[in-house]
């Protein structure tokens, strides 16, 4: 590759597009505003320094960008290239350039998959946008995340089970044709030649478990002869072959030497359990009411009134994560990239006592997000005393409660979850005379309180108390504007549904729907489209706890 700098877009690019968009087009409006967005030295580290010339990757960049501005496929993108006078404005192209062949594209992606540079475009677009005052990273951010479903279709067990046997094989048969042909058995041609489909499969459940336990045989066979003597050592070592020897283990076992079929409760936890065939991190996962296998995306964007919010982190996990571990993981990320934000935004479940208290002794930031009430029996029971109501004295280490009783029998734990706790008691005989006992235990061994360390504890404490102010209130209502990104993400760029197999993969389409997002937020603004608000049905207008025009934002970023 022979990196070439920002060039300026060709005289007669620019006569014809003017002509033919007097009003500009997205593309021609971002170039005019950004200019070329990435050089090519940018990506130079991704290609070798000899070989073939590579199409420039800035602008291979770009085009992935408006690819995913408009939705479209790697063909259609490369069409446009060659045939839109506003890409190849954008693009700085000659009209008679005849641009690329589409597989460019997926090469170009391999290669930001592998280099984990998928990155750099998001950060190209930003750094563009703050030079020209469009992008304010000490304001406020928001964060939230949503699930994506996998490319990968949907499969009953039978399938899974037989599609990863099918899979290894395959890859077995391009590594060592000769010695699989000696290994495999007469009948694996007829069963395993083919795609395994659920139509295929017997109706019947005895005949579809002998089936299962079958397919469970041939596995467990091939896998013996893989990890036998005489077999090459590297084919161990095969991915598809590792997935197939985890994939056995968490179904099958043996049982006195017959393959049994695992239980279902014997199945590992949802984090490593594998559930696709042709993806193997694809995970199962619940939120709330949805149940989806796949992976989940964060975003992170500015939401400051005036500029565009734009989107300044994206991370994507398996669907297993919880929201509450990536909370400092997105800091760390913003702090790397200077984009740390003078106060954090996020959903319930990325606060814990933890993250608060971590967000503001690293990064000095406060973190705004409902924190949930504490779990009691006192505390449901409604006017039971709550750990809010007994006073602590740190330093002394002694606890009194609304009863006036004092303890000092206080001594550090761990949680069943392994974090450090403090475990305090009151005595049975001091709680069995209090006149408020009802209201405090049934205990008849005296009150227990778990204590969080000093930090953590006043953190949740200072939180719950704020969350109920009107104050508090209205600041939280701007995370509601994230989202209007989601949808737009799902809508304008696909994001429900990862386009490849694979979290590096996955992780590069949401890193460049966020980099589409920013572009489609930056011509908005260029162009003077309002926010559109979030739309509220006529029955849902006549709720009094419905916001008047005016109030606080709550609206959708524009699209
Ligand atoms: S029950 Fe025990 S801990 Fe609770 S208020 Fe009475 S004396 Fe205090």
Redesign the pocket.
């Known amino acids: 590759m022979q990196p070439s700098g920002p060039s300026e877009v060709p005289a007669e690019t620019v006569r014809v597009a003017r002509a033919a968009f007097p009003k500009g087009s997205l593309a021609i409006r971002v170039r005019d505003e950004l200019g070329p967005l990435f050089s090519d030295e940018e990506f130079a580290d991704l290609f070798p320094a000899r070989g073939k010339p590579a199409w420039s990757p800035g602008r291979l960049a770009l085009v992935l960008v408006l690819q995913f501005v408009e939705g479209l496929t790697d063909r259609q993108a490369a069409e446009a290239v060659r045939a839109r006078i506003d890409f190849k404005y954008a693009l700085g192209l000659e009209l008679s350039d005849p641009g690329f062949d589409f597989s460019v594209l997926s090469e170009f992606r391999d290669r930001l998959v592998e280099a984990d540079a998928g990155l750099r475009v998001l950060d190209g677009i930003l750094a563009a946008a703050g030079e020209k005052g469009l992008l304010k990273t000490a304001g406020r951010a928001r964060t939230d995340s949503t699930h994506v479903l996998t490319a990968a279709r949907d499969v009953v067990w039978l399938e899974r089970v037989a599609e990863t046997l099918r899979s290894a094989l395959n890859t077995l048969a391009q590594a060592a044709p000769d010695w699989l042909a000696e290994v495999a058995e007469p009948d694996w041609f007829k069963r395993y030649a083919a795609r395994a489909e659920d139509s295929r499969f017997p109706k019947a459940r005895t005949q579809r478990d002998e089936m299962g336990l079958r397919i469970g045989r041939d596995g467990t066979r091939l896998l013996q002869a893989v990890w036998s003597r005489t077999a090459p050592q590297e084919l161990g070592t095969l991915p598809q072959v590792e997935h197939l020897r985890q994939m056995w283990v968490q179904n099958f076992h043996q049982v006195e030497g017959e393959v049994r079929r695992r239980d279902p409760k014997d199945r590992p936890p949802g984090a490593i359990c594998l559930v696709n065939p042709y993806d193997p991190e694809v995970r199962n996962s619940v939120k709330r009411d949805v149940a989806w296998a796949g992976y989940k995306v964060h975003l992170t964007e500015t939401c400051e009134p005036d500029i565009p919010n734009l989107i300044t982190n994206v991370d994507t996990t398996d669907a297993t994560v919880p929201d509450v571990s990536m909370t400092e993981v997105v800091h760390a990320q913003l702090a790397r990239a200077g984009r740390l934000p003078t106060e954090h935004l996020v959903d319930a479940g990325y606060v814990d006592a933890h993250v608060l208290v971590s967000a503001r002794r690293q990064y000095g930031i406060p973190l705004t997000g409902p924190v949930a009430a504490a779990i009691s029996h006192q505390a449901a029971a409604g006017d039971g005393?709550t750990a809010d109501d007994?006073t602590i004295d740190w330093e002394a280490e002694q606890v009194t409660?609304?009863?006036?009783?004092t303890?000092t029998c206080w001594g550090p734990d761990r949680s069943p979850e392994g974090t450090p706790v403090i475990r305090v008691r009151?005595a049975g005989g001091?709680?069995r005379p209090?006149?408020?006992?009802e209201?405090?235990?049934t205990s008849k061994l005296?009150?227990r309180l778990t204590l969080r360390p000093r930090q953590e504890h006043e953190a949740l404490r200072q939180a719950r108390a704020e969350q109920d102010t009107d104050t508090w209130k209205t600041r939280y209502n701007t995370h509601a504007g994230v989202e209007g990104t989601i949808s737009q993400g799902i809508n304008r760029c696909g994001l429900r549904r990862s386009r490849y197999l694979g979290l590096a993969k996955t992780s590069l389409q949401h890193q460049l729907t966020g980099a589409a997002i920013n572009l489609v937020r930056i011509d908005a603004h260029l162009t003077g489209t309002p926010r559109a608000r979030t739309r509220t049905s006529h029955f849902a207008a006549l709720s009094p706890a419905e916001p008047k025009p005016g109030g606080a934002e709550k609206g959708l970023p524009p699209n």
């Not at 209090?434 to 006992?437: L, Y």
């Open positions: 005393f007994f409660c609304p009863g006036g009783k303890t009151f001091l709680c209090c006149a408020v006992r209201r405090c235990t005296g009150r």
